[in-house]
């Protein structure tokens, strides 16, 4: 019997020979197609040469570029391709840079192999639905309270602003812009957006909500359309529905 996981093509970066080698074995075995780059240019090289990919397993501490360079130069090129960053710094600054350079989710060293391979899996599962989608549902958009949101050119605009975004970043947001007003939990969008269990601990939703106010709130840290609900969730006002 075939594997699914064989269609799906991974660029794994990532210097340290024992960790890589531990990681090309076991994607390998759950029949990932794995190129492996040593060093941060060779990372991007091997992107141009070597892709299309489904996703990119990226460490942050890479010789001749690190890993918020690589990221950077990767979504100048493809804003689509799912990147995961694996790497022992793990203040909340380091996680915003990562943000800020395109990583979709972020996994610490030492981490749990299994965690790790759930969400590549998620990640891969998500970017191939997204390829094979037809023309009319890639260019599908959506608008709430004048934030507009086009999936097809992955494009964020509020008012005379526009920026792009992540596959993962236009998931998330479609979840809060299909029910506005109304708060959207933590547990379900670790579900739906991430393929991750209700349990899970990961602050990654924090920071994709720290970046994407930067996009659409005028005084970020005084949020007053993307707000956080404490103990529940997260919800988008909709300045056209009274509370």
Do not use: C
């Not at 930067?214 to 009274?242: A, C, F, H, T």
Request: aromatic share 6%; net charge neutral; hydrophobic share 40%.
């Amino acid at each position: 019997m075939t594997n699914e996981n064989s269609k799906f093509r991974l660029l794994l970066v990532e210097d340290e020979p024992h960790i890589a080698f531990s990681l090309i074995l076991n994607l390998e075995a759950e029949g990932f197609q794995v190129i492996h780059s040593a060093t941060g240019l060779k990372a991007v090289q091997d992107f141009a040469a070597e892709g299309p990919f489904h996703a990119i397993i990226l460490d942050v501490n890479l010789p001749e570029m690190d890993g918020f360079q690589v990221a950077k130069a990767i979504r100048s090129r493809d804003a689509r391709v799912a990147i995961l960053m694996l790497t022992a710094r793990s203040t909340e600054n380091d996680r915003l840079q990562g943000f800020d350079a395109g990583v979709d989710d972020y996994i610490a060293k030492p981490f749990h192999l299994k965690e790790l391979l759930a969400r590549v899996r998620r990640m891969t599962e998500r970017a191939n639905l997204y390829l094979n989608k037809s023309s009319p549902a890639g260019h599908e958009e959506i608008t709430v309270g004048g934030i507009h949101l086009n999936f097809g050119q992955l494009l964020l605009t509020h008012g005379q602003t526009s920026n792009a975004v992540t596959k993962l970043e236009a998931d998330f947001l479609r979840e809060l812009m299909e029910h506005p007003g109304r708060v959207v939990s933590r547990e379900h969008l670790l579900e739906k957006v991430w393929g991750l269990s209700a349990s899970s601990e990961t602050r990654t939703i924090d920071n994709f909500v720290v970046r994407l106010r930067k996009m659409i709130e005028v005084d970020p840290k005084n949020p007053k359309l993307l707000v956080s609900v404490r103990g529940k969730g997260y919800k988008l006002e909709n300045p056209l529905i009274k509370s």
